[in-house]
């Protein structure tokens, strides 16, 4: 099965992959420029995990959003207010909660969902607090991933996962399967989806999920509400 990321290129006059491109500072993560593209300009947006704000000044800078953040470390805290970001201290598996339905057009959880305690829960928050969800992840599916644990025997280490097992504020990896499939628990529509290999590179949508599982070292999926 093909994944259901996105209409044909015949309903849109174009491939969504290449929809549209946000100017942005060298350096940029391409998640980051992919997300900024799935977000409508002028959209009210919360950034759960904003880290120093880098996704939050690029919004308000590219997209015109109302851009806010909460963000569990005070380090991080600190850098995105001296940026003059809207960001407080929050933990996404606990204050989620306190936010009112429909708060949001779009709430962002980039490279964070595996380091949450309760994934399935922070999800559900997401799509109750947003109108729609966008979520970012490292693929654990990765071929380069099960080679290394294959070869090695050991946790794997990469650009995207540094961390060493002991050490780690990954608790909860998961793979492009996984995630597709904790998607439909939760009763919600993937509105566009997109894996990115090795070289940050698009991988051709129409592939089946297993082969995204395979060749996909990270994720993107833009996410609204089911029935």
Known sequence: MSPPDQ????????????????RAPSGTRVDLLLIAEMVRPGSRVLDVGSGDGELLELLATTRGCDA????????????????????IQGDADIDLADYPDNSFDYVILSQTIQATRRPKWVLEQMLRVGTRAIVSF???GFWRMRLDLLVNG????TENLPYRWHDTPNIHFCTIRDFVDLVAEVDARI??????DASGHPVRFNLPWAVWNLLGEQAVFLLSRGK
């Open 68 to 87: 806010r953040g909460i963000e569990l470390s005070r380090e991080g805290v600190n850098a995105g207010v001296a940026r003059g970001l809207a960001i």
């Open 191 to 196: 509105d566009r989806a997109i894996a990115l």
């Open 154 to 157: 050991k946790m794997p280490s």
């Open 7 to 22: 209409p044909s290129p015949a309903a849109t006059g174009r491939d969504l992959t290449m929809r549209e491109t946000v």
């Open 138 to 140: 490292p693929n654990f």
